[in-house]
């Protein structure tokens, strides 16, 4: 019961290292929505609030992830890993491809179905097409951001919050005041693009320090 001070300063600074990124995000998605309701019209703004909850399906492969990697990138087993990271990302990312299917070809029935007004469907179903477009990047973000976090390097990770805010950024400042409604459906699939580019290109660049098997240790024999 005696306190490790040092591994408890260990906890709280990989805590606040993804927190920072929680935050990094969250700052992009206030100033994007304070430029919307600044520059848009309200019968767009409505339509943002709709949605599927078809993304609870990428929240099990993260899940798998955080269950998966720990254990066995900690014993060192990073063949298997990678192997689990693979799949899982091929599968999510195929998941993000479905996903954007159906809101692309749902949108007009969809939002037609909620409202009469046809300014507000019209900007319902352009709103799907490219939020749609953008799941299949939010499905790597979900496998591979977990997994780097699980694996222990929160600060590759926490880039990935940073790619995503200069995502957010752009648009709020730049593309939603010069080209209105097209700014703010661009906005988070932007700050998605940007980030899994980064982290495959993190697992790319690194791929020997990430994945390189750690040599089983060999008993002497007596």
């Known amino acids: ?12 600074k990989y805590g606040l290292l993804l927190s920072l990124q929680s935050l990094l995000c969250s700052v992009g998605y206030l100033a ?14 409505t339509v943002l609030s709709v949605s599927l909850p078809l993304t609870v399906v990428m929240s099990a492969f993260s ?4 269950v998966f990697i720990p254990p066995n990138y900690a014993a060192g087993q990073k063949k298997r890993v990678f192997a689990f990271l693979k799949l899982a990302t091929l599968c999510c990312t195929g998941y ?32 799907w097409k490219i939020w749609g477009f953008g799941l299949i990047f939010v499905a790597i973000i979900f496998v591979v951001r977990i997994f780097l976090e699980s694996a222990g390097h929160a600060k590759l990770s926490l880039f990935a919050g940073v790619f995503e805010l200069c995502g957010n950024l752009i ?10 409604v097209i700014g703010r459906s661009l906005s988070y699939p932007l700050g998605w693009i940007l980030a899994a580019t980064y982290l495959i290109a993190v697992c790319v660049c690194l791929r020997e320090k990430l994945f390189e098997e750690t040599p089983a240790t060999v008993a002497p024999e007596e």
């Open 1 to 12: 019961y005696k306190p490790h001070p040092a591994l408890i300063g260990r906890i709280v």
């Open 32 to 45: 994007v929505s304070i430029q919307t309701n600044r520059f848009l019209p309200l019968d767009y703004i």
């Open 63 to 66: 899940s798998a992830c955080t």
């Open 96 to 127: 993000g491809i479905f996903c954007c299917i159906v809101f692309s070809l749902l949108g007009k029935w969809y939002f037609g179905t909620l409202f009469e007004n046809a300014d507000i469907v019209t900007y319902g179903a352009d709103y």
């Open 171 to 180: 648009c709020a400042f730049y593309i939603i005041p010069r080209f209105g």
